[in-house]
Structure formats: structure tokens, C-alpha cells
């Protein structure tokens, strides 16, 4: 800067108070606020998209709350969309709330958006490639150090890191620290409060003579438009103008230019239609390690640093005590007083003026944590990156789609929060159904606030468990879901129809018409069954019926606890189950490995799905788990039928009653002769006890099965013994270590040698014929105590049971 300073602040004849920061910077936010009441100019320009100027009120608003963006779509098309960032500690947010509160008129200045959207757009285009719509909305908004507005996405060109360039040229080979050490702990300073801003001009300009742009020729049109702007303004106010923005422009702006060279270099940019509006932001998208290109290390550090009226250091390492106190790890305050101490003693001995957040994290690490990384990990995460979410005022702009999901989660008192939390639903009461409904019909939106979890407790259709978490990016997608409806049970219904019409299978559908059923859309179902019913008409594919019928039946669940009709659905399903029962046997003659094992989880799937449709008044078929009961015994006879089909036939057969213990093991034997090639007979045994079914117990309860399994493997000629290891390797490697040490013990002990006489069913050390009454009465008292009943009420409820 020039000129001479008068004695209010103001440079007499100069030109304008350009005040050039680092974005995110709470050094430079404290400076700009000093700088702005030292020269006290009549209008603050700010970098920024000037479509947001009629959207400056809207930061006085009490419900204003950063971090914040200010996020631009284009109208046409919302997911190609761009994001300026604004924290507490912005300093163009100390700026327009300094502007605010002394009643001067604030303006953006940088690039409108309407042009740096069009023109991604066009080079996506030229390059002969779309980016997805979120990674467009990033790569915008993103990718530039020293700036929050949208940098170009060439990613072949490197831009200069000027911090670094800077620590580097100090002796400093960690920008962070040089910043924090030059800016942060010096504070504004006394007297001129401009001087800082002086000399950090005069080193952007020396870089921007070796540099030039950097490297991005965006920044030369950018600036261009910045000038014009500023012309504008000094021409209107008369009491002086203050331009707040990146340090990297401050000598473009400077720079002597003609107008007709500044508009040459805007002539002929391409243009879309766009809105603006304020959205939420979070701390964790502040930071550089979200991708956020403008981002800071330490968000979270840095608004404590800003809003910590004195004696930051032992402020934040009560917050440090505190969350771990929170996490049961014991922190008195002996580890706040030594932990400050250490940290003091670190920043004398590394020659820094105050202890940072190296010092502050060494000192933690050492002596609240024990040296340990661990819980370290956990104060990075939640304090010193963060979890802060902001909030924007109900008035300010947005789709219809947003304003109804607003009230939707105000009045089922669903407050979108950063951090990631569980939340229990009980469907049998009316608000937790409800919301429950509205994270369905948010995920058949694509608007992935909420992701079903398993649930603790019972697993029953009465409870669910979700895990949600509100990302800024959801704003561009209720944005993109708005062309669906008005509403979110208007567009839930809208993108349930379309998607049925687009599905490619039928088992797409039958899962579409599961979560039109959870997200309770009694508009989309019949498009939806239409369409389903269509689909399973023509699809001849055993395969594709196999893998629709379990999703189809697990939505006749949901009519008890929801309220929904299924009767049309329970027809479709009971249709789709007999066409699967008439198909499977022909379809698993002939299969390779691959194919087979394939076919076997088909064979489960169904045979699940058939148990939760069995007599069902729904399904209106009350012989269907017969009829699958009969296919069973089918595939469990057949030679042309892979070994590992027919094993698990027989083991389902033998779990649901059908079949004897006895048979089973005589069908084993048979299987297990040496007139069977072992690879057949060990794809047997995967089928019987292997693929998670709990076959390992069974080995354990039956020793007649497991002397039979240890006969035949006993007997394995040793030329094919390697060609049947991998496939037993897989079976046995399955079980829980305990299951496989139990069975251990019990070839050890030698049952192989009871093998021979199986069938005959011999007496076994730890099992008999009949139940031992008297080894059962041993656990009553255990059983009564969990139960809470008396000796007589146990006995009859176990007597019943045994009946």
C-alpha cells in the first residue's frame, strides 16, 4: 500500500484498504476486524459470487449459525453446483458481520456463478466426459488453496502453495506452524492495524512476479472482474472502500489495468441460470483431509483459538479433559495443570511465542493419554477437526422439497446433526413410525441422511436401528430431488414409479416394492406390482426368480406392524414360489463348481423366504411349504444333481423335521462309500454342514454324522486327498474356534471307531435315547432366576414345553 494515513485510520489519496487474508484464518479474522474499525470505510467488498449480495441480511439473522455455505446450482441442472465455505472464524464472515452490525453495504465481487458453473460445464464437455454430480459440486467449489471460490479442474496444472513458498523462504518446513507463529499467536497487534496486511502484500506481490497465476489462468479472469468491481464501487462511495479477499489477489487488484483489457478477458464466457441459497456446513468439511482444497489442518483448533477470550491453552486442555472423562479414562485436573506446563515448556524449547497445536497434542499424548495414539485419535476427531454443524434461517431460499423435509424433521424432532449417531425405532409407536417412513423415502430419494443398521436388541420387523449423519452434500441432493415433487412423499412416489419403469430385473423390482412398502408409498404400489407382476411373467430364469422371491416375502412382514396391505402382494409371491419350485430341479442338473454353489444359495434363500410365507393367509397357498419340502426331497435323491445341492437339501430337510436322524446318516453312508469320487463327496459334506448353516454344531450333538465324516476322511486315497483339501479346508475353517476345538476333542477321543456301528445307534458318552431328567432339573434355578418365576411356575412351563 501507499500513501500517507491520516490520523482516523484512513490513507489519504491512496487507493483502496485491500486487506488480504488467509481463508479460514482466525489470525486474519481478528486483523480484518481491527483493520475495519481503523479505516472504517463506507462500502466492504468481499470475494465471493455477487448472485449471494441479497443474501447478506440473512447473516444478521439470529438463527444464523457457521459454519455455513453459500451454495449455487444451476437451475437446469442442480447437482452442477459450487459451495463457498464460511466459518466463525472466516474472515469474510467477520467482515459482512462487521458490515452488518455498523450499517455499511457489504458486496461479493469474485466471478458470478453463473459463469463458473457454465464453465465447468463446457470443459467437462471439451474433455468428452461427465463428472458425477457430487464430484462436480466438489471439484467447483474445492481444489484451490488459497481460495473459497470455484478453480478450474485441470488437474495437469500445479498450483504454487504460497504458505509454503513463504515458510519455506522463513526456514520453516511446516506451513501450519510458520502461520501460526507469524499470524495466529501475534495477534493484531498495536498501533497501525493495517501494517500486517502491508507486509503480507508485499510478499504476495514478489511471488506473484516469479509465479505469475500459478499456474491457473482462471485467477487472471477472476481477478479481472474483481477490478471492474472495485472501479464500481470507488466511483459510487466517497468514504473510502475495503476489499477483503484471498492474500494471492491482493497485487492483482493492485495492478494498473484498462477496462477495455478487463472486459476483453470476460468477453464471451458462457452462461447458465443459477440460485443461490445458505446451507449448513461442518467443521469436518472445513478440513483439508475432506478434499476441501481451501481447507485448514485443524478446524476445530482454530475456532477455539478465535473464540477463547484469554488463555487458550488451558482452555482447550480442559475441553481435551473433558471428552475423556466423557470416554471413561481417568483425567483429573493434576493432568490439565502438567499437561499446560509440558506444553509451555515444549513451545520455550522450540523457540515458538506460544504453545500451538503441536505442543498442545505432544503435551495430551503424553500425559493424558499415556503415550498412546489411541486415545488421540479420538481428540483429533471430535475437538480438533470437530463435529460442528451449522444452521441457517428458515427464511432463507429454498426448493419446496427442502422447506417440506424441514418441517418433516422439526415435527418428528429429527434435528440433523455432523456427528454420526444410532437411533432406535419402535415401529409400534406412531412417531417413530413415522420416522422411520421418512428415512425410507429419503434413501429411494438418494438423499442417504440415515443407513439401516443391525439392531441390538430383538430383530424383529417392530424394530429398526439407523445410523445418521447429515453431510452439506445432502443440500444438492434434496436440491436434485426436487424435480420428483414438492413434497417428500410426492417425489418418494414419483422416483418409485420411474425407477420400476427403468428397472433391468425382476429382482430390482421386487426390491423396489420392499422399499416402497418400508417407506409406506400407497401411490407407487401399483405401478409398482404392475410392473412386478409383468416382470415375473416373462422372466424364465430360475436364477432371477430364486434371488427376487426372498425380498417379495420378506415385504409380507411388514403388513402386521405397518398397517399395510399385502394381499395382492402374498398372490404374486405364492405365483413366483410355485415357478420356482417347478424349475429348480431341472435347473441344478448339470452345474459346474462355480454355478452350483451358486444355486445352493438360491436353494437357501428360497427355502428361507418359503418359511416366512408358509401357511401365511397372504400368500392364500397353505401347501407351499410342502410343496417345497417335496422339490427338497427331489434334489436330496437325484445323481445328476451337484453333491453340494444334494447335501444341503438333506440338511434342510433334516433342520425342519422331515427327515429322520437315522436317514440322514444312512444317506451320508452312502454318499461317503468308496464308490463315490471323493471331490463328489466332499462337495456333499460342504453342503450338509458348511456354508454358515450351524453345521459344526451339529458334527458336535451327533457323533454318529461326525464318525461317519471321519470314517470317509480317514479313508481318502492319498492321490486325491489334495484335490478334496481346499474344498474341506473352506467347510471347516467356517466354524467358530470353540465348534472346531470341540470337535477336536471328540476325534481324539475316537469316534471313527465307533463309525462302523452308527447306524446300529449305540450308546455315545455324553448322549442317550431319552431325556436325563435329572441333568435337566440341575438347571432350573438358573432358569427360574432369568425368568423371575417360582419353582412350580418353571416346572410347568418346562413341562409344557416338553409336551
Known amino acids: 500500500m501507499t500513501g500517507t494515513q491520516d490520523p482516523e485510520g484512513r490513507r489519504a489519496g491512496a487507493g483502496p484498504v485491500l486487506l488480504g487474508v488467509r481463508h479460514h484464518g482466525p489470525g486474519s479474522a481478528r486483523a480484518v476486524r481491527a483493520a475495519l474499525e481503523q479505516a472504517a470505510p463506507g462500502v466492504v467488498l468481499i470475494e465471493g459470487p455477487p448472485e449471494a449480495d441479497s443474501l447478506i441480511p440473512l447473516a444478521a439473522d439470529e438463527e444464523m449459525r457457521p459454519p455455513v455455505a453459500l451454495l449455487a446450482h444451476a437451475v437446469d441442472e442442480p447437482g452442477r453446483s459450487a459451495f463457498w465455505p464460511l466459518a466463525e472464524f472466516s474472515p469474510e464472515w467477520v467482515a459482512l458481520r462487521w458490515a452488518l452490525e455498523h450499517g455499511v453495504p457489504a458486496r461479493f465481487i469474485d466471478l458470478p456463478a453463473t459463469h463458473t458453473l457454465a464453465w465447468g460445464q463446457r470443459e467437462d464437455e471439451e474433455a468428452g466426459e461427465g463428472r458425477p454430480p457430487l464430484d462436480a459440486a466438489r471439484a467447483e467449489s474445492d481444489a484451490e488453496p488459497d481460495s473459497n471460490s470455484p478453480p478450474a479442474p485441470d488437474a495437469a496444472d500445479v498450483r504454487i502453495?504460497?504458505?509454503?513458498?513463504?515458510?519455506?523462504?522463513?526456514?520453516?518446513?511446516?506451513?501450519?506452524?510458520?502461520?501460526?507463529?507469524?499470524?495466529?499467536?501475534?495477534?493484531?497487534?498495536?498501533?497501525?492495524?493495517?501494517?500486517?496486511?502491508?507486509?503480507?502484500?508485499?510478499?504476495?506481490?514478489?511471488?506473484?512476479?516469479?509465479?505469475?497465476?500459478?499456474?491457473?489462468?482462471?485467477?487472471?479472469?477472476?481477478?479481472?472482474?474483481?477490478?471492474?468491481?472495485?472501479?464500481?464501487?470507488?466511483?459510487?462511495?466517497?468514504?473510502?472502500?475495503?476489499?477483503?479477499?484471498?492474500?494471492?489477489?491482493?497485487?492483482?487488484?493492485?495492478?494498473?489495468?484498462?477496462?477495455?483489457?478487463?472486459?476483453?478477458?470476460?468477453?464471451?464466457?458462457?452462461?447458465?441460470?443459477?440460485?443461490?441459497?445458505?446451507?449448513?456446513?461442518?467443521?469436518?468439511?472445513?478440513?483439508?483431509?475432506?478434499?476441501?482444497?481451501?481447507?485448514?489442518?485443524?478446524?476445530?483448533?482454530?475456532?477455539?483459538?478465535?473464540?477463547?477470550?484469554?488463555?487458550?491453552?488451558?482452555?482447550?486442555?480442559?475441553?481435551?479433559?473433558?471428552?475423556?472423562?466423557?470416554?471413561?479414562?481417568?483425567?483429573?485436573?493434576?493432568?490439565?495443570?502438567?499437561?499446560?506446563?509440558?506444553?509451555?515448556?515444549?513451545?520455550?524449547?522450540?523457540?515458538?511465542?506460544?504453545?500451538?497445536?503441536?505442543?498442545?497434542?505432544?503435551?495430551?499424548?503424553?500425559?493424558?493419554?499415556?503415550?498412546?495414539?489411541?486415545?488421540?485419535?479420538?481428540?483429533?476427531?471430535?475437538?480438533?477437526?470437530?463435529?460442528?454443524?451449522?444452521?441457517?434461517?428458515?427464511?432463507?431460499?429454498?426448493?419446496?422439497?427442502?422447506?417440506?423435509?424441514?418441517?418433516?424433521?422439526?415435527?418428528?424432532?429429527?434435528?440433523?446433526?455432523?456427528?454420526?449417531?444410532?437411533?432406535?425405532?419402535d415401529l409400534r409407536k406412531e412417531n417413530d413410525a413415522e420416522r422411520s417412513r421418512l428415512l425410507h423415502r429419503l434413501r429411494l430419494l438418494g438423499i442417504a441422511w440415515g443407513e439401516p443398521a443391525a439392531s441390538r436388541g430383538s430383530t424383529g420387523t417392530f424394530r429398526e436401528t439407523w445410523r445418521l449423519r447429515w453431510e452439506p452434500e445432502l443440500s444438492v441432493r434434496v436440491a436434485e430431488a426436487g424435480v420428483w415433487g414438492t413434497t417428500v412423499l410426492s417425489a418418494a412416489t414419483a422416483r418409485a414409479e420411474a425407477d420400476a419403469v427403468a428397472a433391468q430385473g425382476l429382482a430390482d423390482v421386487t426390491a423396489l416394492a420392499e422399499r416402497c412398502l418400508l417407506a409406506e408409498l400407497p401411490g407407487a404400489l401399483p405401478t409398482v406390482m404392475r410392473i412386478l407382476a409383468d416382470r415375473a411373467a416373462l422372466d424364465a430364469d430360475v436364477g432371477h426368480l430364486a434371488?427376487?422371491?426372498?425380498?417379495?416375502?420378506?415385504?409380507?412382514?411388514?403388513?402386521?406392524?405397518?398397517?399395510?396391505?399385502?394381499?395382492?402382494?402374498?398372490?404374486?409371491?405364492?405365483?413366483?414360489?410355485?415357478?420356482?419350485?417347478?424349475?429348480?430341479?431341472?435347473?441344478?442338473?448339470?452345474?459346474?463348481?462355480?454355478?452350483?454353489?451358486?444355486?445352493?444359495?438360491?436353494?437357501?434363500?428360497?427355502?428361507?423366504?418359503?418359511?416366512?410365507?408358509?401357511?401365511?393367509?397372504?400368500?392364500?397357498?397353505?401347501?407351499?411349504?410342502?410343496?417345497?419340502?417335496?422339490?427338497?426331497?427331489?434334489?436330496?435323491?437325484?445323481?445328476?444333481?451337484?453333491?453340494?445341492?444334494?447335501?444341503?437339501?438333506?440338511?434342510?430337510?433334516?433342520?425342519?423335521?422331515?427327515?429322520?436322524?437315522?436317514?440322514?446318516?444312512?444317506?451320508?453312508?452312502?454318499?461317503?462309500?468308496?464308490?463315490?469320487?471323493?471331490?463328489?463327496?466332499?462337495?456333499?459334506?460342504?453342503?450338509?454342514?458348511?456354508?454358515?448353516?450351524?453345521?459344526?454344531?451339529?458334527?458336535?450333538?451327533?457323533?454318529?454324522?461326525?464318525?461317519?465324516?471321519?470314517a470317509w476322511l480317514t479313508g481318502v486315497p492319498a492321490e486325491a486327498f489334495t484335490d478334496v483339501l481346499p474344498l474341506l479346508r473352506r467347510t471347516f475353517s467356517a466354524y467358530e474356534p470353540g465348534v472346531r476345538r470341540t470337535l477336536g476333542e471328540l476325534v481324539r477321543r475316537g469316534p471313527a471307531a465307533q463309525g462302523a456301528a452308527a447306524a446300529a445307534g449305540p450308546a455315545i458318552p455324553g448322549f442317550a435315547a431319552e431325556l436325563d431328567t435329572a441333568r435337566a432339573d440341575a438347571v432350573l434355578p438358573v432358569v427360574r432366576l432369568l425368568l423371575g418365576l417360582d419353582e412350580a411356575d418353571t416346572r410347568n412351563d418346562l413341562v409344557g414345553v416338553e409336551g
Open 161 to 425: 502453495d504460497p504458505l509454503g513458498v513463504l515458510a519455506d523462504a522463513a526456514g520453516y518446513d511446516d506451513p501450519e506452524r510458520w502461520w501460526e507463529d507469524v499470524v495466529e499467536h501475534r495477534g493484531a497487534g498495536r498501533g497501525d492495524a493495517l501494517a500486517p496486511f502491508t507486509a503480507l502484500e508485499e510478499a504476495m506481490g514478489a511471488l506473484r512476479e516469479t509465479y505469475g497465476s500459478g499456474g491457473h489462468d482462471r485467477d487472471l479472469v477472476r481477478e479481472a472482474y474483481m477490478r471492474l468491481q472495485l472501479r464500481t464501487a470507488r466511483r459510487e462511495f466517497e468514504d473510502g472502500v475495503a476489499v477483503v479477499c484471498g492474500a494471492w489477489h491482493v497485487p492483482a487488484l493492485r495492478q494498473k489495468t484498462t477496462v477495455a483489457a478487463d472486459r476483453a478477458l470476460l468477453k464471451g464466457l458462457p452462461k447458465v441460470k443459477t440460485d443461490m441459497t445458505w446451507v449448513p456446513w461442518t467443521h469436518r468439511r472445513l478440513s483439508r483431509v475432506s478434499g476441501y482444497g481451501a481447507g485448514i489442518d485443524s478446524p476445530g483448533w482454530y475456532g477455539h483459538l478465535f473464540s477463547a477470550p484469554d488463555r487458550p491453552v488451558e482452555r482447550w486442555m480442559t475441553k481435551v479433559a473433558g471428552l475423556l472423562r466423557a470416554e471413561d479414562r481417568i483425567v483429573s485436573s493434576a493432568h490439565v495443570i502438567e499437561a499446560v506446563r509440558l506444553a509451555e515448556t515444549l513451545a520455550a524449547m522450540r523457540g515458538r511465542p506460544l504453545p500451538g497445536l503441536s505442543e498442545s497434542t505432544d503435551a495430551v499424548r503424553a500425559v493424558m493419554c499415556d503415550g498412546s495414539d489411541v486415545p488421540l485419535a479420538l481428540v483429533h476427531d471430535r475437538l480438533v477437526v470437530g463435529d460442528v454443524l451449522g444452521e441457517v434461517p428458515s427464511t432463507a431460499p429454498a426448493v419446496p422439497l427442502q422447506r417440506d423435509l424441514t418441517r418433516l424433521q422439526r415435527r418428528l424432532r429429527l434435528k440433523p446433526e455432523a456427528l454420526e449417531r444410532e437411533l432406535e425405532l
Open 547 to 710: 434371488q427376487a422371491l426372498p425380498a417379495l416375502v420378506r415385504t409380507l412382514r411388514y403388513g402386521d406392524v405397518r398397517g399395510t396391505d399385502t394381499g395382492a402382494l402374498g398372490e404374486v409371491a405364492a405365483g413366483l414360489a410355485e415357478r420356482v419350485f417347478v424349475g429348480l430341479p431341472p435347473a441344478c442338473a448339470a452345474l459346474d463348481a462355480d454355478a452350483a454353489e451358486e444355486m445352493r444359495r438360491h436353494v437357501d434363500a428360497v427355502h428361507g423366504a418359503v418359511g416366512l410365507l408358509g401357511d401365511a393367509p397372504a400368500a392364500g397357498q397353505g401347501h407351499l411349504r410342502a410343496r417345497w419340502q417335496s422339490v427338497l426331497r427331489v434334489l436330496s435323491g437325484r445323481d445328476t444333481v451337484p453333491g453340494v445341492i444334494r447335501g444341503r437339501a438333506v440338511r434342510l430337510l433334516l433342520d425342519d423335521g422331515e427327515l429322520a436322524q437315522d436317514e440322514a446318516a444312512r444317506l451320508m453312508g452312502l454318499v461317503l462309500s468308496p464308490g463315490t469320487p471323493p471331490a463328489d463327496a466332499a462337495a456333499w459334506i460342504e453342503g450338509f454342514v458348511g456354508g454358515g448353516s450351524g453345521g459344526g454344531m451339529l458334527l458336535v450333538h451327533d457323533e454318529r454324522l461326525l464318525g461317519l465324516v471321519d
